[in-house]
Protein backbone atom coordinates (compact mmCIF):
# COMPACT_ATOMS: atom_id res chain seq x y z
CA UNK A 1 0.00 0.00 0.00
CA UNK A 2 1.51 3.44 -0.97
CA UNK A 3 2.10 5.94 1.36
CA UNK A 4 -0.01 8.26 -0.43
CA UNK A 5 -2.88 6.00 -0.52
CA UNK A 6 -2.44 5.46 3.58
CA UNK A 7 -2.47 8.88 3.91
CA UNK A 8 -5.61 9.52 1.77
CA UNK A 9 -7.58 6.65 3.91
CA UNK A 10 -6.37 8.82 7.14
CA UNK A 11 -7.78 11.76 6.09
CA UNK A 12 -10.82 10.67 5.52
CA UNK A 13 -11.25 8.51 8.99
CA UNK A 14 -10.30 11.82 10.31
CA UNK A 15 -13.03 14.03 8.43
CA UNK A 16 -15.48 11.31 9.11
CA UNK A 17 -15.27 11.43 12.78
CA UNK A 18 -14.20 14.95 12.89
CA UNK A 19 -12.85 15.24 16.52
CA UNK A 20 -11.82 18.99 16.06
CA UNK A 21 -15.28 20.41 16.13
CA UNK A 22 -16.31 19.13 19.21
CA UNK A 23 -14.03 20.17 21.40
CA UNK A 24 -15.60 23.53 22.61
CA UNK A 25 -13.29 26.41 23.74
CA UNK A 26 -13.28 27.21 27.16
CA UNK A 27 -15.30 29.66 28.58
CA UNK A 28 -13.77 31.11 31.32
CA UNK A 29 -15.04 34.43 33.48
CA UNK A 30 -12.03 36.64 33.76
CA UNK A 31 -13.72 38.88 36.29
CA UNK A 32 -15.14 36.59 38.81
CA UNK A 33 -11.44 35.00 38.78
CA UNK A 34 -9.74 38.13 38.66
CA UNK A 35 -8.28 38.07 42.63
CA UNK A 36 -6.94 35.15 41.96
CA UNK A 37 -5.49 35.95 38.64
CA UNK A 38 -3.87 39.57 39.93
CA UNK A 39 -2.35 37.76 42.43
CA UNK A 40 -0.68 35.06 40.21
CA UNK A 41 0.17 37.92 37.66
CA UNK A 42 2.13 39.63 40.59
CA UNK A 43 3.72 36.57 41.81
CA UNK A 44 5.08 36.25 38.15
CA UNK A 45 6.07 39.53 38.40
CA UNK A 46 8.04 38.98 41.39
CA UNK A 47 9.89 36.20 39.75
CA UNK A 48 11.06 38.88 36.88
CA UNK A 49 12.36 41.28 39.38
CA UNK A 50 14.33 38.85 40.91
CA UNK A 51 15.77 38.14 37.39
CA UNK A 52 16.06 41.90 35.79
CA UNK A 53 16.21 44.14 38.82
CA UNK A 54 19.57 45.33 39.97
CA UNK A 55 20.12 43.43 43.49
CA UNK A 56 19.97 46.65 45.83
CA UNK A 57 15.99 48.06 44.37
CA UNK A 58 14.53 44.35 44.83
CA UNK A 59 13.68 44.56 48.18
CA UNK A 60 11.67 47.64 47.25
CA UNK A 61 10.39 46.96 43.86
CA UNK A 62 9.33 43.38 45.41
CA UNK A 63 7.76 44.87 48.15
CA UNK A 64 5.59 47.81 46.02
CA UNK A 65 4.62 44.94 43.57
CA UNK A 66 3.40 42.52 46.33
CA UNK A 67 1.77 45.25 48.71
CA UNK A 68 -0.17 46.80 45.14
CA UNK A 69 -1.30 43.07 44.32
CA UNK A 70 -3.04 41.99 47.58
CA UNK A 71 -4.74 45.77 47.57
CA UNK A 72 -5.89 45.40 44.19
CA UNK A 73 -7.08 41.61 44.87
CA UNK A 74 -8.51 42.66 48.05
CA UNK A 75 -10.38 44.91 46.00
CA UNK A 76 -11.60 42.90 43.16
CA UNK A 77 -13.56 40.53 46.14
CA UNK A 78 -14.81 43.45 47.45
CA UNK A 79 -15.98 44.74 44.25
CA UNK A 80 -17.54 40.76 43.43
CA UNK A 81 -19.09 40.28 47.12
CA UNK A 82 -20.64 43.92 46.34
CA UNK A 83 -22.02 42.93 42.91
CA UNK A 84 -23.78 40.20 44.53
CA UNK A 85 -21.99 37.72 43.62
CA UNK A 86 -21.69 36.24 47.58
CA UNK A 87 -25.38 36.25 47.63
CA UNK A 88 -27.81 36.09 44.81
CA UNK A 89 -25.92 35.97 41.65
CA UNK A 90 -23.24 32.97 43.37
CA UNK A 91 -22.16 30.72 40.30
CA UNK A 92 -19.87 28.19 39.14
CA UNK A 93 -17.05 29.75 36.88
CA UNK A 94 -14.50 28.61 34.94
CA UNK A 95 -16.74 25.58 33.62
CA UNK A 96 -17.06 23.70 36.55
CA UNK A 97 -13.36 24.40 38.13
CA UNK A 98 -14.30 27.59 40.24
CA UNK A 99 -17.08 28.50 42.83
CA UNK A 100 -17.90 32.08 42.96
CA UNK A 101 -20.00 32.18 46.27
CA UNK A 102 -20.22 33.85 49.54
CA UNK A 103 -18.49 31.83 51.77
CA UNK A 104 -15.16 31.72 48.45
CA UNK A 105 -15.82 35.48 49.01
CA UNK A 106 -15.21 35.87 52.57
CA UNK A 107 -12.32 33.20 52.83
CA UNK A 108 -10.46 34.85 50.03
CA UNK A 109 -11.04 38.45 51.70
CA UNK A 110 -9.64 37.18 55.08
CA UNK A 111 -6.66 35.38 53.48
CA UNK A 112 -5.99 38.50 50.99
CA UNK A 113 -5.94 40.84 54.55
CA UNK A 114 -4.08 38.24 56.37
CA UNK A 115 -1.48 37.63 53.58
CA UNK A 116 -1.10 41.65 53.61
CA UNK A 117 -0.87 42.17 57.05
CA UNK A 118 2.03 38.80 57.12
CA UNK A 119 3.51 40.64 54.31
CA UNK A 120 4.68 43.53 56.96
CA UNK A 121 6.10 40.99 59.04
CA UNK A 122 8.06 39.49 56.18
CA UNK A 123 9.46 43.11 54.49
CA UNK A 124 10.77 44.28 58.65
CA UNK A 125 14.43 44.87 58.26
CA UNK A 126 14.72 46.72 61.70
CA UNK A 127 14.44 44.14 64.69
CA UNK A 128 18.38 42.73 64.00
CA UNK A 129 21.39 44.59 64.28
CA UNK A 130 22.77 46.03 61.21
CA UNK A 131 25.44 43.48 59.71
CA UNK A 132 28.72 44.97 58.23
CA UNK A 133 26.37 48.27 57.73
CA UNK A 134 23.50 46.40 55.81
CA UNK A 135 20.01 46.06 57.19
CA UNK A 136 18.77 42.54 57.39
CA UNK A 137 15.33 40.84 57.96
CA UNK A 138 14.10 37.46 59.10
CA UNK A 139 15.68 35.49 56.17
CA UNK A 140 19.12 33.69 55.09
CA UNK A 141 21.23 36.02 53.07
CA UNK A 142 22.08 33.33 50.53
CA UNK A 143 19.29 30.51 50.76
CA UNK A 144 21.76 28.28 48.90
CA UNK A 145 24.57 28.34 50.88
CA UNK A 146 25.81 25.80 53.44
CA UNK A 147 24.97 26.99 57.08
CA UNK A 148 28.07 28.41 58.55
CA UNK A 149 30.55 27.86 55.27
CA UNK A 150 32.33 30.76 53.61
CA UNK A 151 29.60 31.44 51.03
CA UNK A 152 27.40 32.03 53.73
CA UNK A 153 29.42 34.38 55.13
CA UNK A 154 30.60 35.92 52.39
CA UNK A 155 26.99 36.43 51.15
CA UNK A 156 26.15 38.14 54.90
CA UNK A 157 29.30 40.28 54.10
CA UNK A 158 27.75 41.37 50.93
CA UNK A 159 24.54 42.38 52.28
CA UNK A 160 22.93 40.28 50.09
CA UNK A 161 18.99 39.74 50.97
CA UNK A 162 16.45 36.33 49.94
CA UNK A 163 13.90 38.55 47.93
CA UNK A 164 12.81 35.71 46.51
CA UNK A 165 10.07 35.71 49.69
CA UNK A 166 7.74 37.93 48.28
CA UNK A 167 7.02 36.16 44.68
CA UNK A 168 7.06 32.91 46.93
CA UNK A 169 4.22 34.62 49.40
CA UNK A 170 2.62 35.53 46.26
CA UNK A 171 2.13 31.84 44.94
CA UNK A 172 0.85 30.60 47.86
CA UNK A 173 -1.56 32.73 48.54
CA UNK A 174 -2.51 32.34 44.98
CA UNK A 175 -2.70 28.27 45.80
CA UNK A 176 -4.70 29.62 49.06
CA UNK A 177 -7.14 31.39 46.79
CA UNK A 178 -8.35 28.58 44.75
CA UNK A 179 -8.47 26.33 47.58
CA UNK A 180 -11.61 27.08 49.25
CA UNK A 181 -13.62 27.92 46.22
CA UNK A 182 -12.27 24.54 43.96
CA UNK A 183 -15.75 23.03 42.59
CA UNK A 184 -13.79 19.79 41.54
CA UNK A 185 -11.20 17.47 43.05
CA UNK A 186 -8.22 18.35 40.62
CA UNK A 187 -8.88 21.98 40.67
CA UNK A 188 -8.28 21.26 44.38
CA UNK A 189 -5.63 19.12 44.19
CA UNK A 190 -3.58 21.65 42.38
CA UNK A 191 -4.44 24.44 44.49
CA UNK A 192 -2.96 22.53 47.67
CA UNK A 193 0.56 21.61 45.74
CA UNK A 194 0.41 25.32 44.39
CA UNK A 195 -0.19 26.91 47.84
CA UNK A 196 2.29 23.98 49.89
CA UNK A 197 5.50 24.64 47.89
CA UNK A 198 5.91 27.78 48.94
CA UNK A 199 5.28 27.03 52.05
CA UNK A 200 7.71 24.19 52.40
CA UNK A 201 10.32 26.34 51.13
CA UNK A 202 9.69 29.64 53.14
CA UNK A 203 10.20 27.45 55.72
CA UNK A 204 13.80 26.47 55.06
CA UNK A 205 14.83 30.56 54.87
CA UNK A 206 15.33 30.68 58.32
CA UNK A 207 18.40 33.85 59.28
CA UNK A 208 18.93 32.17 62.36
CA UNK A 209 19.27 29.01 63.70
CA UNK A 210 19.14 27.37 59.77
CA UNK A 211 19.55 24.01 60.43
CA UNK A 212 16.90 23.84 62.43
CA UNK A 213 14.97 25.74 59.50
CA UNK A 214 16.16 23.53 56.92
CA UNK A 215 15.13 20.34 59.87
CA UNK A 216 11.80 22.07 60.00
CA UNK A 217 11.20 22.09 56.07
CA UNK A 218 12.32 18.88 55.71
CA UNK A 219 9.73 17.25 58.02
CA UNK A 220 6.75 19.77 56.68
CA UNK A 221 7.76 18.38 53.02
CA UNK A 222 8.34 14.83 53.82
CA UNK A 223 4.47 14.84 55.54
CA UNK A 224 2.78 17.42 53.63
CA UNK A 225 3.98 14.93 50.87
CA UNK A 226 2.58 11.66 52.73
CA UNK A 227 -0.92 13.95 52.84
CA UNK A 228 -1.13 14.64 49.37
CA UNK A 229 -0.10 11.79 48.15
CA UNK A 230 -3.29 10.48 50.24
CA UNK A 231 -5.25 12.98 49.24
CA UNK A 232 -4.44 12.25 45.68
CA UNK A 233 -5.76 8.29 46.27
CA UNK A 234 -8.63 9.48 47.74
CA UNK A 235 -9.52 11.74 44.62
CA UNK A 236 -8.73 8.49 42.15
CA UNK A 237 -10.86 6.10 44.96
CA UNK A 238 -14.06 9.20 44.34
CA UNK A 239 -13.31 9.32 40.43
CA UNK A 240 -13.60 5.41 40.36
CA UNK A 241 -16.87 6.06 42.54
CA UNK A 242 -18.35 8.75 40.58
CA UNK A 243 -17.17 8.89 37.21
CA UNK A 244 -16.46 12.29 37.59
CA UNK A 245 -13.97 14.83 39.58
CA UNK A 246 -16.85 17.27 39.88
CA UNK A 247 -18.24 18.24 43.12
CA UNK A 248 -22.01 18.80 42.30
CA UNK A 249 -22.27 15.31 39.90
CA UNK A 250 -20.11 13.48 42.90
CA UNK A 251 -22.97 14.34 45.23
CA UNK A 252 -25.86 13.60 43.09
CA UNK A 253 -23.96 10.11 42.24
CA UNK A 254 -23.52 9.78 46.56
CA UNK A 255 -27.23 10.96 47.15
CA UNK A 256 -28.45 8.66 44.24
CA UNK A 257 -30.10 11.04 42.22
CA UNK A 258 -27.94 11.09 38.95
CA UNK A 259 -29.73 11.25 35.98
CA UNK A 260 -27.79 9.75 32.35
CA UNK A 261 -25.45 6.79 34.44
CA UNK A 262 -23.04 5.91 32.09
CA UNK A 263 -23.58 1.98 31.27
CA UNK A 264 -19.05 1.51 32.23
CA UNK A 265 -19.56 3.18 35.75
CA UNK A 266 -22.92 1.23 36.58
CA UNK A 267 -21.23 -1.26 38.83
CA UNK A 268 -18.65 0.98 40.28
CA UNK A 269 -21.37 3.24 41.26
CA UNK A 270 -22.69 0.79 44.08
CA UNK A 271 -19.91 0.37 45.37
CA UNK A 272 -20.08 2.32 49.15
CA UNK A 273 -16.21 0.67 49.39
CA UNK A 274 -14.76 3.11 46.98
CA UNK A 275 -16.67 6.18 48.59
CA UNK A 276 -16.14 5.84 52.19
CA UNK A 277 -11.86 4.79 51.76
CA UNK A 278 -11.98 7.65 49.22
CA UNK A 279 -13.69 10.12 51.26
CA UNK A 280 -11.55 9.62 54.36
CA UNK A 281 -8.49 9.60 52.58
CA UNK A 282 -9.57 13.41 51.18
CA UNK A 283 -11.00 14.51 54.45
CA UNK A 284 -7.29 12.98 55.86
CA UNK A 285 -5.52 15.32 53.83
CA UNK A 286 -7.21 18.51 54.96
CA UNK A 287 -7.21 17.39 58.54
CA UNK A 288 -3.07 17.45 58.01
CA UNK A 289 -3.39 21.11 56.75
CA UNK A 290 -5.68 22.14 59.63
CA UNK A 291 -3.25 20.61 61.99
CA UNK A 292 -6.02 18.37 63.47
CA UNK A 293 -4.96 15.26 65.74
CA UNK A 294 -3.83 12.73 64.48
CA UNK A 295 -2.36 14.35 62.17
CA UNK A 296 -0.85 17.75 63.90
CA UNK A 297 2.64 16.32 64.40
CA UNK A 298 4.26 18.73 61.59
CA UNK A 299 3.09 21.33 63.80
CA UNK A 300 5.00 21.77 66.94
CA UNK A 301 8.50 21.49 64.92
CA UNK A 302 7.32 23.16 61.69
CA UNK A 303 6.35 26.17 64.22
CA UNK A 304 9.33 26.51 65.88
CA UNK A 305 11.99 25.60 63.09
CA UNK A 306 10.21 28.20 60.28
CA UNK A 307 11.28 31.58 60.06
CA UNK A 308 8.63 33.56 62.68
CA UNK A 309 6.99 36.40 60.35
CA UNK A 310 6.71 33.03 58.07
CA UNK A 311 5.29 30.80 61.08
CA UNK A 312 2.44 33.90 61.62
CA UNK A 313 1.44 33.73 58.12
CA UNK A 314 1.23 29.78 57.83
CA UNK A 315 -0.39 29.78 61.14
CA UNK A 316 -3.47 32.31 59.96
CA UNK A 317 -3.79 31.47 56.09
CA UNK A 318 -3.20 28.10 55.95
CA UNK A 319 -6.02 27.00 58.41
CA UNK A 320 -8.40 29.63 56.99
CA UNK A 321 -7.90 27.90 53.17
CA UNK A 322 -7.83 24.21 54.96
CA UNK A 323 -10.99 25.12 56.87
CA UNK A 324 -12.94 26.43 53.43
CA UNK A 325 -11.66 23.39 51.65
CA UNK A 326 -13.21 20.89 54.39
CA UNK A 327 -16.10 23.14 54.41
CA UNK A 328 -17.40 22.56 50.97
CA UNK A 329 -16.06 18.96 50.92
CA UNK A 330 -18.22 18.22 53.65
CA UNK A 331 -21.45 20.48 53.02
CA UNK A 332 -21.28 20.28 48.95
CA UNK A 333 -19.66 16.58 48.30
CA UNK A 334 -21.09 14.25 50.79
CA UNK A 335 -24.21 15.75 52.80
CA UNK A 336 -25.12 12.16 51.66
CA UNK A 337 -22.93 10.61 53.84
CA UNK A 338 -23.05 12.98 56.89
CA UNK A 339 -24.28 9.74 59.24
CA UNK A 340 -21.07 8.44 57.87
CA UNK A 341 -18.23 11.55 58.64
CA UNK A 342 -20.08 13.62 61.46
CA UNK A 343 -19.09 10.42 64.00
CA UNK A 344 -15.59 10.30 63.05
CA UNK A 345 -15.52 14.05 63.10
CA UNK A 346 -16.88 13.88 66.50
CA UNK A 347 -13.51 12.29 67.59
CA UNK A 348 -11.40 14.32 65.63
CA UNK A 349 -12.27 17.09 67.08
CA UNK A 350 -12.42 16.09 70.91
CA UNK A 351 -8.61 14.30 70.46
CA UNK A 352 -7.59 17.67 69.10
CA UNK A 353 -9.30 20.24 71.65
CA UNK A 354 -7.72 17.94 74.32
CA UNK A 355 -4.69 17.22 72.95
CA UNK A 356 -3.57 20.76 71.51
CA UNK A 357 -4.73 21.92 75.36
CA UNK A 358 -3.38 19.68 77.68
CA UNK A 359 0.13 19.01 76.08
CA UNK A 360 0.21 22.79 75.59
CA UNK A 361 0.40 22.90 79.07
CA UNK A 362 4.38 21.33 78.89
CA UNK A 363 5.99 23.58 76.22
CA UNK A 364 8.51 25.69 77.72
CA UNK A 365 8.91 27.11 73.89
CA UNK A 366 6.88 30.46 73.37
CA UNK A 367 6.19 29.12 69.14
CA UNK A 368 5.65 25.63 70.33
CA UNK A 369 3.29 26.53 72.99
CA UNK A 370 1.21 28.59 70.02
CA UNK A 371 1.95 25.63 67.92
CA UNK A 372 -0.24 23.39 70.33
CA UNK A 373 -2.51 26.23 71.00
CA UNK A 374 -3.03 26.41 67.27
CA UNK A 375 -4.16 22.39 67.36
CA UNK A 376 -6.64 23.43 69.97
CA UNK A 377 -8.00 25.90 67.78
CA UNK A 378 -8.43 23.76 64.58
CA UNK A 379 -10.49 21.27 67.01
CA UNK A 380 -12.95 24.41 68.35
CA UNK A 381 -13.70 24.94 64.56
CA UNK A 382 -14.20 21.63 64.08
CA UNK A 383 -16.73 21.60 66.54
CA UNK A 384 -18.78 24.04 63.81
CA UNK A 385 -18.00 22.18 61.15
CA UNK A 386 -19.52 19.38 63.05
CA UNK A 387 -23.16 21.36 63.50
CA UNK A 388 -23.97 21.06 59.69
CA UNK A 389 -26.43 23.89 59.41
CA UNK A 390 -25.87 27.25 57.73
CA UNK A 391 -24.95 28.45 61.37
CA UNK A 392 -22.24 25.99 61.18
CA UNK A 393 -20.58 27.53 58.41
CA UNK A 394 -21.15 30.97 58.89
CA UNK A 395 -19.30 30.51 62.67
CA UNK A 396 -16.47 28.76 61.31
CA UNK A 397 -16.43 31.73 58.96
CA UNK A 398 -16.48 34.10 61.34
CA UNK A 399 -14.03 31.94 64.04
CA UNK A 400 -11.11 31.86 61.06
CA UNK A 401 -11.57 35.64 60.49
CA UNK A 402 -10.99 36.21 64.16
CA UNK A 403 -8.35 33.87 64.43
CA UNK A 404 -6.37 34.69 61.56
CA UNK A 405 -5.52 38.23 63.01
CA UNK A 406 -4.99 37.48 66.36
CA UNK A 407 -2.51 34.11 65.42
CA UNK A 408 0.00 36.85 62.85
CA UNK A 409 -0.54 39.86 65.51
CA UNK A 410 0.95 37.37 68.40
CA UNK A 411 3.93 35.98 66.16
CA UNK A 412 4.66 39.76 64.97
CA UNK A 413 5.42 39.62 69.39
CA UNK A 414 7.27 37.13 69.66
CA UNK A 415 9.98 38.95 66.60
CA UNK A 416 10.44 41.60 69.06
CA UNK A 417 11.67 40.04 71.92
CA UNK A 418 15.25 39.21 71.47
CA UNK A 419 18.31 38.40 73.17
CA UNK A 420 22.13 38.14 71.57
CA UNK A 421 21.01 34.71 69.81
CA UNK A 422 18.32 36.28 67.91
CA UNK A 423 14.56 35.50 68.74
CA UNK A 424 14.56 35.01 72.33
CA UNK A 425 11.47 32.10 72.50
CA UNK A 426 12.46 30.41 75.43
CA UNK A 427 9.82 30.93 78.44
CA UNK A 428 12.11 31.91 80.81
CA UNK A 429 13.13 34.58 79.15
CA UNK A 430 9.40 35.91 79.03
CA UNK A 431 10.26 36.43 82.77
CA UNK A 432 9.32 39.80 83.46
CA UNK A 433 8.77 41.35 80.39
CA UNK A 434 6.03 43.80 81.91
CA UNK A 435 8.57 46.02 83.87
CA UNK A 436 10.93 45.81 81.08
CA UNK A 437 7.91 46.90 78.19
CA UNK A 438 4.94 47.04 79.67
CA UNK A 439 3.20 48.55 76.21
CA UNK A 440 4.77 44.64 74.39
CA UNK A 441 3.99 42.76 77.23
CA UNK A 442 0.12 44.51 77.50
CA UNK A 443 -0.11 43.54 73.18
CA UNK A 444 0.86 40.06 74.07
CA UNK A 445 -0.87 39.97 77.34
CA UNK A 446 -4.80 41.27 74.67
CA UNK A 447 -3.05 38.11 72.22
CA UNK A 448 -3.25 35.63 74.75
CA UNK A 449 -6.87 36.49 76.61
CA UNK A 450 -8.34 36.27 72.63
CA UNK A 451 -7.01 32.77 71.98
CA UNK A 452 -8.48 31.73 75.61
CA UNK A 453 -11.81 33.26 74.51
CA UNK A 454 -12.15 35.70 77.64
CA UNK A 455 -15.16 38.19 77.10
CA UNK A 456 -14.49 41.58 75.11
CA UNK A 457 -12.12 39.89 72.84
CA UNK A 458 -12.85 38.39 69.11
CA UNK A 459 -11.91 34.94 70.49
CA UNK A 460 -14.49 35.15 73.05
CA UNK A 461 -17.40 35.96 70.08
CA UNK A 462 -15.98 33.23 68.01
CA UNK A 463 -15.83 30.52 70.42
CA UNK A 464 -19.54 31.68 71.40
CA UNK A 465 -20.75 31.25 67.78
CA UNK A 466 -18.91 28.12 67.13
CA UNK A 467 -20.22 26.58 70.04
CA UNK A 468 -23.62 27.98 70.28
CA UNK A 469 -23.67 26.61 66.14
CA UNK A 470 -22.59 23.08 67.69
CA UNK A 471 -25.30 22.63 70.45
CA UNK A 472 -28.34 23.43 68.12
CA UNK A 473 -27.03 21.13 65.26
CA UNK A 474 -27.38 18.31 68.18
CA UNK A 475 -23.46 18.09 69.03
CA UNK A 476 -23.82 19.29 73.07
CA UNK A 477 -21.51 17.12 73.96
CA UNK A 478 -18.51 18.56 71.96
CA UNK A 479 -19.47 21.45 73.61
CA UNK A 480 -18.84 20.94 77.14
CA UNK A 481 -15.83 18.84 76.03
CA UNK A 482 -14.55 22.36 74.31
CA UNK A 483 -15.68 24.42 77.21
CA UNK A 484 -13.56 22.06 79.18
CA UNK A 485 -10.28 22.60 76.97
CA UNK A 486 -11.00 26.19 76.60
CA UNK A 487 -10.45 26.08 80.29
CA UNK A 488 -7.42 23.92 80.34
CA UNK A 489 -6.13 26.37 77.73
CA UNK A 490 -6.57 29.57 79.61
CA UNK A 491 -4.16 27.79 82.08
CA UNK A 492 -1.16 28.25 80.13
CA UNK A 493 -2.08 31.12 78.42
CA UNK A 494 -2.84 32.79 81.94
CA UNK A 495 0.31 31.77 83.23
CA UNK A 496 2.66 33.18 80.60
CA UNK A 497 0.87 37.02 81.52
CA UNK A 498 1.72 35.99 84.89
CA UNK A 499 5.24 34.95 83.98
CA UNK A 500 5.51 38.82 82.30
CA UNK A 501 3.97 40.54 84.88
CA UNK A 502 4.94 38.99 88.16
CA UNK A 503 7.99 37.98 87.79
CA UNK A 504 11.27 39.68 88.27
CA UNK A 505 13.24 40.20 85.37
CA UNK A 506 16.64 38.79 84.92
CA UNK A 507 19.77 40.87 84.79
CA UNK A 508 20.62 38.94 81.61
CA UNK A 509 17.27 38.87 80.15
CA UNK A 510 16.19 39.46 76.24
CA UNK A 511 15.48 42.93 75.11
CA UNK A 512 12.73 44.13 73.14
CA UNK A 513 13.75 46.08 69.84
CA UNK A 514 12.08 48.89 68.64
CA UNK A 515 10.84 47.61 64.73
CA UNK A 516 9.49 49.82 61.91
CA UNK A 517 6.20 50.90 61.06
CA UNK A 518 5.80 47.74 59.24
CA UNK A 519 5.69 45.47 62.10
CA UNK A 520 3.77 47.81 64.06
CA UNK A 521 0.74 48.46 61.22
CA UNK A 522 0.64 44.27 61.62
CA UNK A 523 0.78 44.38 65.42
CA UNK A 524 -1.80 47.46 65.24
CA UNK A 525 -3.94 45.83 63.05
CA UNK A 526 -3.85 42.46 64.96
CA UNK A 527 -4.81 44.43 68.20
CA UNK A 528 -7.97 46.45 66.79
CA UNK A 529 -9.44 43.78 64.58
CA UNK A 530 -9.64 41.79 68.13
CA UNK A 531 -10.63 44.64 70.39
CA UNK A 532 -13.46 45.13 67.30
CA UNK A 533 -14.52 41.60 66.70
CA UNK A 534 -14.99 41.47 70.50
CA UNK A 535 -16.86 44.06 71.19
CA UNK A 536 -18.85 44.82 68.43
CA UNK A 537 -18.74 41.72 66.85
CA UNK A 538 -22.72 41.49 65.47
CA UNK A 539 -21.88 43.43 61.79
CA UNK A 540 -19.12 40.78 60.94
CA UNK A 541 -21.28 37.87 62.35
CA UNK A 542 -23.98 39.43 60.21
CA UNK A 543 -21.63 39.39 56.97
CA UNK A 544 -20.89 35.72 57.95
CA UNK A 545 -24.38 34.79 57.97
CA UNK A 546 -24.75 36.43 54.63
CA UNK A 547 -21.80 34.55 53.07
CA UNK A 548 -22.79 30.99 54.41
CA UNK A 549 -24.25 29.30 51.57
CA UNK A 550 -22.62 27.30 49.13
CA UNK A 551 -23.27 27.00 45.41
CA UNK A 552 -24.15 23.92 44.49
Given at each position: ???????????????????????????????????????????????????????????????FVSVVALAAAFAA?VALAEGGYGTTKA?????????????????????????????????????????????????????????????????????????????????????????????????????????????????????????????????????????????????????????????????????????????????????????????????????????????????????????????????????????????????????????????????????????????????????????????????????????????????????????????????????????????????????????????????????????????????????????????????????????????????????????????????????????????????????????????????????????????R
Open positions: MSASAVHSLWTTAAAATDPISKIDSPKIEYGQLSPTLIVVGAAIIGVLVEAFVPRKHRYYAQLVRIAAMGAIAVDGPALFLQGTILLAAMVGLFTFAERRLDPEVHGNRVDSFAAQAASVPGSDSEKAAVKAGFTTTEVFPLLLFAVAGMLVFPSANDLLTLFIALEVFSLPLYLLCALARRKRLMSQEAAVKYFLLGAFASAFTLFGIALLYGYAGSVSYGTIAQVVDGTVQNVNPALADTMGNDALLLVGAAMIVMGLLFKVGAVPFHMWTPDVYQGAPTPVTGFMAAATKVAAFGALLRLLYVVLPGLRWDWRPVMWGVAIVTMLGGAIVAITQTDIKRLLAYSSIAHAGFILAGVIATTPDGVSSVLFYLAAYSFVTIGAFAVVTLVRDAGGEATHLSKWAGLGRRSPLVAAVFAVFLLAFAGIPLTSGFAGKFAVFKAAAEGGAAPLVVVGVISSAIAAFFYIRVIVLMFFSEPRPEGPTVAVPSPLTMTAIGVGVAVTLVLGVAPQYFLDLANQAGVFV
